[in-house]
Structure formats: structure tokens, C-alpha cells
């Protein structure tokens, strides 16, 4: 029996207000426009409420960050819940003293299935070049530590945030772990890095979805943020051939919708056998363990 279920990609413009609300009924719109179009699970960009204060240096950073459930945000819950869609929730998170770039997974019930914190914290050197402002994420963010899998809408599915798409083991360990679909929030800037941002965007994107046998769903923010450049270009990606599906542009928000045969994860992980051949015994390195130099 075909199993498939229709995802939205919730492609955001720039954020030039301080008010979370302002955040919040666009993204209720959103949810809106995707439930008529019967979409299943939506997914949004990455801290998608505020500006990417991270690209500066702020003393009051703690405006932006939540603890959930908050009133502010519960009305996209909600309204999602009436629609019987699951929500994929990037946001700043609070967790006593520790501050964390988050996603929760919220079910079609809205019940918090639980919530992934984003495990690779960069950090960007300012420039000269048009949009260099650099990231500062490390001065913000406490990585996390672990790559749960979440089950919505009885499908598997894993998240990686923005950074976390360069290094293909954060993926790998959710695909070993049954993910189906892994959803990558990401709020990504040119820097005025043409060659290695705007033309290699979606080189890790497709690469992750190709190895892994699972459809990736990329999320993006577009559009000038007072002179941050996103790239935009949120995609959906097929397993087979890691072909893409979908693709925004550049400039402006845009919903993405797609139905996904779930099949296709089987037939792309049987057709390129990686599950059989793969030798874990040999990869002790990976984690940490010592690299033998052999001597010839």
C-alpha cells in the first residue's frame, strides 16, 4: 500500500520588527493557505519570529528566546491543530540559564512530541565584501547533544538546523535511526561569498537526501534583512536520484507544498544497498577515537 503525505516548506521573508507577533499571524496564514491544499506537516525557516540577531553582537539577546507553551505563540498551535497539521517550530530556546537554536515538533493533536537543539554552533568572521556582517552564534547559542527522531503523523522524521546540514553524521545517525523525512531549518546569508554560499547551496542539501535514502525538506528565510542577504531557495528533495522536487526563490516568503511517496525511501535505500554495506566496526574514528597510521 503507497503510503504518501503532503509537507509544506514555510519559505519566510526578512523580519524588520521587534514584535513576535507580527511573526506569528503570518505564519498562521501560512497554516491557512497549507490546509487548503491538505498538507500534513509544515515546517518553518530557522528562529523564523525575530531578526538573525546573530550576526551581531546584542547584550539584550534574551528577547528573542521562548519557553514553551507561550501565549505569544499559541495561537499558530492552535490554529494548526484545527487544520490536523503537525508543525515543525524553529525558535530561540530557553531552558533556565541555557539558551538553545531549537526546533519543536508539535503533532496534528498539538502535543509537543519533543524538540531538537541544534548541535553545530559556527561562527563567521566579519568582512569587507556586500553582506559580510559575520555570525556570532557561538556567543548565543549551547549546542545540544542529540539526534532524536520524532514520530508525526505516523511518519519518522529528524531535523537538522542550517549549520548542521554541512556534516553529514548528524544525518547519517537519524536516517540509522528510521527518519524518513529529516526537515532542515535554515536561515542562510550570502555573505557576499558567491562561490561558496549562493553556488554550492544546495550541494549539501542533496548530498544528505542522495546518502541517506531520505527525503529532505530545506526551509530557508529570503529576502534583504537590512543588508543580511538570504538566500532563499527553499527546497524539497526526492531520496531517488536526490532530485528536487520543489524550489522558492530568492527574494520573498513562499509556501512549498509537495507530495511525498514514502515509498521512495525504501526503494532509494534497496536500489543503493548503503544499510548493507556500511562498516560502523571501522568508523571508531568518527567518534573520537584514534586515527592508525600504518607504516609502509
Request: proline share 5%; hydrophobic share 35%; glycine share 8%.
Amino acid at each position: 500500500m503507497t503510503r504518501k503525505i503532503i509537507v509544506a516548506a514555510a519559505q519566510t521573508g526578512p523580519v524588520l520588527t521587534d514584535d513576535i507577533a507580527t511573526g506569528i499571524a503570518e505564519a498562521c496564514d501560512m497554516v491557512r493557505r497549507a490546509s487548503e491544499q491538505g498538507v500534513d506537516i509544515i515546517c518553518f525557516s530557522e528562529l523564523f519570529l525575530s531578526p538573525f540577531f546573530p550576526n551581531r553582537l546584542e547584550r539584550n539577546f534574551h528577547k528573542w528566546f521562548l519557553t514553551l507553551p507561550d501565549e505569544r505563540t499559541q495561537p499558530l498551535f492552535d490554529i494548526a491543530r484545527q487544520h490536523n497539521m503537525a508543525v515543525i517550530f524553529p525558535y530561540g530556546e530557553r531552558d533556565g540559564q541555557h539558551f538553545y537554536n531549537a526546533t519543536a515538533v508539535v503533532d496534528s493533536d498539538g502535543r509537543l512530541c519533543g524538540t531538537y537543539r541544534k548541535t553545530h554552533i559556527p561562527a563567521i568572521f566579519p568582512s569587507n565584501l556586500k553582506g559580510g556582517t559575520g555570525s556570532y552564534e557561538k556567543f548565543y547559542f549551547t549546542p545540544g547533544d542529540d539526534y532524536p527522531v520524532f514520530k508525526v503523523k505516523g511518519v519518522k522524521v529528524g531535523v537538522q538546523i542550517c549549520y548542521d546540514r554541512k556534516f553529514p553524521e548528524g544525518s547519517r545517525a537519524l536516517a540509522v535511526q528510521g527518519a524518513e523525512i529529516l526537515f532542515m531549518p535554515i536561515c542562510a546569508a550570502s555573505y557576499g561569498e558567491t562561490k561558496l554560499r549562493d553556488q554550492a547551496w544546495d550541494v549539501p542539501l542533496r548530498s544528505r537526501a542522495y546518502e541517506n535514502g531520505t527525503f529532505v525538506v530545506a526551509v530557508n528565510r529570503a529576502g534583504d534583512e537590512k543588508g543580511r542577504h538570504h538566500l532563499g531557495r527553499s527546497m524539497i528533495i526526492n531520496p531517488i536520484g536526490a532530485e528536487v522536487l520543489v524550489e522558492g526563490g530568492e527574494d520573498s516568503s513562499e509556501l512549498l507544498v509537495q507530495t511525498l511517496d514514502l515509498d521512495d525511501v525504501n526503494a532509494a535505500q534497496t536500489s543503493l544497498p548503503w544499510w548493507r554495506d556500511r562498516r560502523p566496526d571501522t568508523y571508531g574514528v568518527l567518534a573520537g577515537g584514534e586515527a592508525r597510521t600504518r607504516s609502509r
